[in-house]
């Protein structure tokens, strides 16, 4: 009888305690379980449903009409000599350093980023610009692939296209986005873009993902090096 | 040691050196729940009252937060939580980013059903309980996102949001809305415990959690598929932050105010020194400072890692507060009842009288399952500290 009594006191054990269960590791296992698989796969497949498939562009599709000569203005960083022309219709600058500026869109969908550094190791300047980028924000970023024909004010460079998803600070939301990076050298001189906004499901409207890919041909294409 | 219990285990009776109640004897008072062993065992911080084996300070999210569970029962949902955090590491290493997301936060929530269903804490009101508490919880969530999304859509760049409104202003609206459908219950003044108002408080704030990632995070379960598959700690990392940890930190606040809210309501905290470290107001100030202090330092982190350790710590220093503030809620909560006829204790399942604590191991009768409880009343009394 000894056995039958507890530690604390010596009050008995009860002698058949059923427990009252009712969720019960078989209950939970095929409830719980089957609950989340369900809940899972149908969420799974109506995202997957309503997926966006991106369009290319197939017949008259040119680009939106440019930038009308005279209305630009015109960034000029004084240490490495280098101007950025932009339309302050659509950027407006949201930061600038010693080394560069970043041109924020109004409609606040994106941003561009000019950063100059001395020497002529433009992977290097790539790789620079892409671990910059915070990791709490730019999350699962992927590479696309290289951006052919990239040239900052007609100088060839190189660079990559990537995806990802822009989390909002909060961490409430999140929202796909599409991410180039890519530098140019000249005299001793390289210079590397950033540019990111919400992604574009318009292969042709919106190069590399990008929703801002027109407005960001500007400023990139007319930048000026230093002595031109 | 004169008086002799009103059953049949004949037990012996003592005075409780904390209370001066004559109670049976044993390793706790069965009035207070003082520990009748530990030298300084008013505060009993080695036995945490609702899991006598923990001690106060563990951070344990089920004893925590599932305080209704018994420990045989505990253990099953001990299990299914470790087993769902696997299954979702592994969808996430995998790369089913969409999968993973949803389930990782679906988790908690569909846990915390069942346990609601498990303890019956809605007692014969289960829907209104459900719609007062998950789905308004999930509706002002959802609402909450889209509207928070608008704004956001011109703040891709940064150039609107500052940490003001992201880090202060927002976290302070979610923690509100996450909390109003349980103050339609607490008008209603039908549940009365400490831990009814936990419970709706985590089952709203779980709701509300599970719906602003599901909004949140909808333009990213449907966009392209893009780029090279392979496994990533970064995807990993991110979805435990935004289906796991947040979903604790947001039950830890919710739950830690409504706790208090409830158990002020009936003046039980009486016992207490006004102003107190563990009072209602402490609470609600730790709960909304804790918000806004994550929202600020979130919006200035710029590594995931960092985020996410950050979040962890939060969550790990939140269950720890809630606990001990449910300790000493549960023990202030003791009203003198008596000494009630033999049952067994839900925990220990030994044989005792039925008090406020197990007088065997010391776990709180509130903390036991509802029908339970009832069940017992039906022979006899049935403590409820109310």
Redesign the interface.
């Known amino acids: 009888m000894a056995s039958q009594y507890?530690p604390?006191?010596g009050?008995?054990?009860?002698p058949s305690?059923g427990?009252?269960?009712?969720?019960?590791?078989g209950r939970?296992l095929g409830?719980?379980?089957g609950?989340?698989a369900v809940?899972?796969f149908v969420?799974?497949l109506i995202?997957?449903l309503?997926?966006?498939?991106?369009t290319p562009c197939s017949r008259g599709c040119g680009p939106a009409g440019g930038l009308q000569v005279g209305t630009a203005q015109v960034y000029t960083n004084q240490k490495w000599g280098y101007s950025v022309p932009y339309d302050p219709s659509v950027f407006?600058i949201?930061g600038q350093n010693a080394d560069g500026v970043t041109l924020?869109?109004s409609?606040?969908?994106?941003?561009i980023q000019f950063s100059a550094t001395s020497g002529n190791n433009v992977n290097g300047a790539n790789q620079t610009a892409l671990n910059a980028l915070?990791?709490?924000?730019f999350?699962?970023v992927?590479?696309?692939g290289p951006v052919r024909g990239a040239e900052v004010g007609l100088v060839d460079g190189q660079g990559t296209a990537?995806?990802g998803?822009?989390?909002?600070?909060?961490?409430?939301?999140?929202?796909?986005?599409g991410v180039v990076i890519f530098s140019a050298t000249q005299n001793g001189v390289t210079i590397t873009v950033t540019a990111?906004?919400?992604?574009s499901?318009d292969n042709a409207d919106g190069p590399y993902?990008l929703s801002i890919g027109q407005e960001l041909d500007f400023p990139v294409t007319f930048a000026t090096w230093k002595g031109q | 040691m004169t008086q002799q219990p009103p059953d049949d285990t004949n037990r012996q009776l003592g005075e409780c050196p904390h209370c001066g109640r004559d109670v049976p004897v044993g390793a706790f008072c069965g009035n207070c729940g003082a520990s009748l062993t530990a030298p300084a065992g008013g505060g009993r911080l080695h036995s945490y009252a609702v899991s006598p084996g923990e001690h106060v300070a563990r951070p344990a999210i089920i004893s925590t937060l599932f305080p209704h569970l018994p420990q045989r029962h505990a253990n099953v949902f001990r299990e299914a939580l470790g087993v769902g955090v696997l299954i979702v590491i592994l969808l996430a290493a995998l790369r089913l980013y969409t999968s993973a997301l949803i389930a990782s936060a679906v988790l908690l929530p569909l846990l915390y059903l069942l346990y609601l269903y498990e303890a019956e804490v809605y007692e014969e009101e289960p829907v209104a309980v459900l719609v007062a508490t998950f789905v308004t919880g999930a509706a002002l969530g959802t609402g909450y996102t889209l509207v928070t999304q608008h704004f956001a859509a011109v703040a891709l760049s940064g150039n609107v949001r500052g940490p003001f409104i992201t880090g202060v202003v927002q976290p302070v609206i979610a923690q509100l809305l996450m909390i109003a459908g349980p103050l339609l219950l607490y008008a209603r003044g039908r549940f009365t415990e400490t831990l009814d108002g936990l419970a709706f408080g985590i089952t709203s704030a779980l709701g509300f959690t599970l719906a602003t990632v599901l909004a949140g995070y909808w333009h990213t379960f449907t966009a392209p598929l893009v780029g090279e598959g392979a496994v990533s700690a970064d995807v990993v990392l991110r979805v435990l932050r935004a289906g796991i940890l947040v979903a604790i930190v947001n039950a830890c606040t919710s739950g830690t105010i409504t706790a208090m809210l409830w158990q002020d309501r009936r003046g039980r905290a009486a016992r207490r020194r006004a102003g107190s470290w563990r009072g209602r107001n402490a609470a609600i100030w730790v709960a909304f400072l804790t918000q806004i202090a994550l929202g600020v330092i979130s919006y200035y982190i710029g590594s995931l890692v960092g985020l996410v350790a950050l979040w962890a710590l939060a969550a790990v220093l939140l269950l720890v507060w809630l606990r001990i503030l449910l300790h000493h809620a549960l023990l202030d909560d003791a009203t003198d009842i008596g000494v009630g006829p033999t049952s067994p204790c839900p925990e220990c399942h030994y044989l005792v009288p039925t008090m406020n604590f197990c007088p065997a191991c010391g776990v709180d009768r509130q903390a036991a399952p509802k029908q339970r409880r009832a069940a017992e009343g039906g022979t006899g009394m049935a403590p409820s500290h109310g």
Not at chain 1, 11 to 14: D, E, F, G, I, L
Not at chain 1, 107 to 111: I, K
Not at chain 1, 134 to 137: C, L, T
């Open positions: 507890g604390w006191g009050y008995p054990a009860a305690f427990g009252g269960q009712k969720v019960g590791r939970m409830v719980g379980g609950a989340l809940i899972v969420i799974t995202a997957v309503v997926r966006v498939v991106p407006s949201g924020n869109s409609d606040g969908n994106g941003s915070p990791s709490s924000q999350q699962g992927q590479q696309i990537y995806s998803q822009y989390v909002d600070s909060s961490g409430i939301s999140a929202t796909p986005i990111f906004s919400s992604a499901n993902g």
